[in-house]
């Protein structure tokens, strides 16, 4: 038998996000496809969104959030044993976008490895940190979200070129003597993972010698929307579930912002009582894949002060088609106040 010590419970000990200063309004975007402000709000709830600069990259966002979160945190970076990074925009294969990353936060040393989970990938995170630290494997860890998805975005295509943004969140995840993450409720329905795309492949452009095409994704709306409301509903209940509350205990519901219709319908089919605050930061931020949860975790913070130390649902879902959720107790008051 190996004789281990076993970890502890582990909690969200701060948040950060980072947003790209340039704002792009539903107005700049209707014009190359044949669309209006009015569709774009009724349909998606969302007014406008934040495009990074061309030379600002994936790491500058992801190494803002981060700052913000262990500030926020009060924990040094050196106490940082494991970097997760979830992203579907870095444009290198390797190495990872992690190790780039402890590098210019100036720790080196920890055990760095980046995740594709697309829209789930910051909940496949959180569960995976929460497990490290519980299991002793990992002390403090450092959950990021970011994406560029401007790059990868087709900016003529009339299903996409309104919804995807970019944008960077992160926690650090710590030790806690008490449990302030539930367990992780995860999966995927893989049969329908041409749902949502990013093509062509490598390889595909490599045969074409290509230099015109780029990787774009393309999603098929409504039936994730259908798949959305039917069953991360249903995920979200058994999160709740898991976690041994009921909707009514939660004092936030912070899904993936995809669509503020969605948002919404999830919220009845959960249950959720009209004390629960539900993020809508896909008004301002659009559809940030793995970055929305920590973003609108962060943004709903800085307006909603109250709810530090609350129990917040989070749910992520999308390519795959795969997802992830669990019920957080949402990060304590830093003592100095969040800016986003
Ligand atoms: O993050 C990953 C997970 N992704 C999601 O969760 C996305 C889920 N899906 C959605 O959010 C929605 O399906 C969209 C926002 C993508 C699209 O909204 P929709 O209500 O499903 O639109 P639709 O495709 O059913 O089209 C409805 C109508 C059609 O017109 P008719 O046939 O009713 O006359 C479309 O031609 O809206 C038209 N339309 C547009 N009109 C203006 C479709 N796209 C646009 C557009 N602007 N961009």
Redesign the pocket.
């Known amino acids: 038998m190996i004789r281990v010590k076993k970890g502890t419970d582990s909690r969200i000990l701060g948040v950060g996000g980072y947003q790209p200063s340039r704002i792009v309004p539903n107005s700049e975007i209707?014009d190359r496809?044949?669309?209006?402000d009015e569709?774009?709000r009724q349909?998606?709830g969302i007014e406008e969104r934040r495009f990074a600069a061309t030379d600002e990259t994936i790491l500058d966002m992801a190494e803002a959030a981060c700052r913000q979160a262990l500030e926020r945190a009060n924990i040094s970076i050196n106490e940082i044993d494991t970097v997760i990074v979830a992203t579907i925009t870095y444009p290198y294969q390797a190495p990872s976008a992690a190790t780039a990353l402890i590098a210019r936060l100036g720790n080196p040393k920890a055990a760095a490895f980046d995740i594709n989970a697309?829209?789930a990938g910051f909940c496949y995170g959180v569960g995976m940190a929460s497990d490290f630290i519980r299991s002793g494997t990992s002390r403090h860890v450092l959950v990021v979200g970011v994406e560029k998805l401007s790059d990868f975005t087709d900016p003529q295509d009339?299903?996409t070129?309104?919804?995807f943004a970019d944008g960077a969140g992160a926690v650090v995840i710590g030790p806690s003597d008490y449990p302030g993450i539930g367990p992780t409720v995860w999966g995927s329905d893989a049969d329908s993972r041409d749902a949502?795309l990013m093509e062509p492949s490598w390889n595909e452009l490599r045969e074409e010698n290509s230099l015109e095409r780029w990787p774009n994704i393309s999603?098929q709306?409504?039936a994730?929307?259908r798949w959305?409301v039917f069953s991360m509903s249903k995920a979200g209940l058994r999160a709740i579930e898991a976690a041994g509350i009921t909707p009514a205990d939660l004092a936030a519901f912070i899904p993936?912002q995809?669509?503020v219709?969605?948002i919404e319908s999830m919220a009845r089919e959960i249950g959720i009582p009209d004390s629960v605050v539900i993020a809508k930061d896909i008004r301002t931020s659009g559809?940030t894949?793995a970055a929305s949860v920590p973003l609108a975790m962060s943004a709903l913070l800085k307006d909603r002060p109250d709810l530090h130390g609350g129990l917040a649902l989070l749910i992520g879902?999308?390519?795959g088609l795969v997802f992830a959720g669990q019920v957080v107790e949402l990060p304590p008051k830093p003592s100095s106040p969040p800016t986003k």
């Open positions: 209707v496809i044949d669309s209006t569709w774009i349909r998606t697309a829209c009339r299903a070129a309104f919804i949502i999603q709306g409504q994730v929307f959305a993936h995809a669509n219709r969605i559809n894949s879902y999308g390519a």
